[in-house]
């Protein structure tokens, strides 16, 4: 792979939110595609980035036809771990195929989770029942290999809840990726060992009603940060891809908008991390 090794914009601008962290900070990326295409020439670069933001661990998310090219980076640097599973973008006839796959893959390959399966109420294409079936099928399978589970939810965290209860998923680790709800999404899950990720997205709304929910979510020390990387680039397409390093950014936006100090979100998150991904007790 090549590698690019121009700082990018986002790192350039917020490296100074690492100001004065202790040695024992290590993030983790919870969700990204560093797999993706567009990335392959930036492998070196966000390697480089990853080291000088104290990233340790990203865990780059299989969406159903992928999972070579994912695997394949995972051998690169300890740096990438690898989550496999069905987008719900990407469902079709050949899911029940794929799932055995997966369970197959899981007992021969380490893998972080299982990700990024869940619902999406737009996507059309594929009706939410059909989407419940699938998602349910990972969810089986995570709790047979005693595994996390790294979710996409768009407009059904309803849904989702009830999917968690149905299968007796209530103390298994489950991520969800992307989280911009609201305070009362996070009471919803107050029974379930749910932990929510938090990327640049949270910067688009400053209103009252985010405030609320990050506050609680950051008192809570139930949240995960993540890039996405390569999508959700926060200063525009014009800086650059989005890169795990992206991270810096939303820490510094969870500072403004709560004024609490990034080492006391991180050591939260760093905790939560151990937790979902260390626990060998499961």
């Avoid at 737009?122 to 790294?150: G, N, T, W």
């Avoid at 050591?267 to 060998?280: D, I, P, S």
Wanted: contains cysteine; charged residues 20%; positive net charge.
């Amino acid at each position: 792979m090549k590698s690019n090794g121009q700082p990018s914009g986002t790192f350039a601008q917020y490296r100074s939110v690492l100001d004065d962290l202790p040695p024992d900070i290590v993030i983790t990326d919870v969700h990204a595609h560093c797999h993706d295409l567009s990335l392959c020439s930036y492998i070196g670069l966000i390697q480089n980035e990853a080291q000088q933001s104290r990233i340790g661990t990203i865990i780059n998310n299989g969406t159903g036809d992928d999972w070579t090219q994912l695997l394949a980076l995972g051998t690169v640097s300890p740096l990438f771990r690898s989550a496999l599973a069905i987008h719900p973008w990407f469902i079709d006839e050949r899911w029940q195929g794929k799932i055995e796959s997966l369970a197959s893959l899981a007992k021969s390959t380490p893998l972080a989770a299982l990700g990024e399966c869940g619902l999406d109420r737009r996507m059309q294409k594929v009706p939410l029942q059909k989407q419940i079936e699938v998602f349910e099928a990972h969810l089986s399978l995570a709790r047979d290999l005693a595994l996390p589970v790294i979710t996409h939810n768009v407009g059904a965290l309803n849904e989702l809840y009830h999917s968690l209860m149905r299968m007796k998923m209530s103390d298994h680790p489950v991520i969800i990726h992307g989280f911009c709800g609201s305070k009362e999404s996070l009471d919803l899950f107050s029974r379930c060992n749910v932990v929510f990720s938090l990327n640049a997205r949270i910067a688009a709304s400053r209103n009252p009603q985010r405030l609320r929910m990050l506050q609680a979510l950051i008192k809570s020390g139930r949240l995960l940060l993540e890039s996405d990387a390569p999508h959700m680039h926060p200063l525009g397409k014009n800086s650059g891809p989005n890169l795990p390093s992206c991270i810096l950014y939303t820490l510094r936006t969870l500072q403004e908008m709560t004024g609490i100090r990034p080492v006391e979100i991180l050591r939260k998150t760093v905790m939560q991390a151990k937790n979902v991904f260390l626990n060998e007790d499961r």
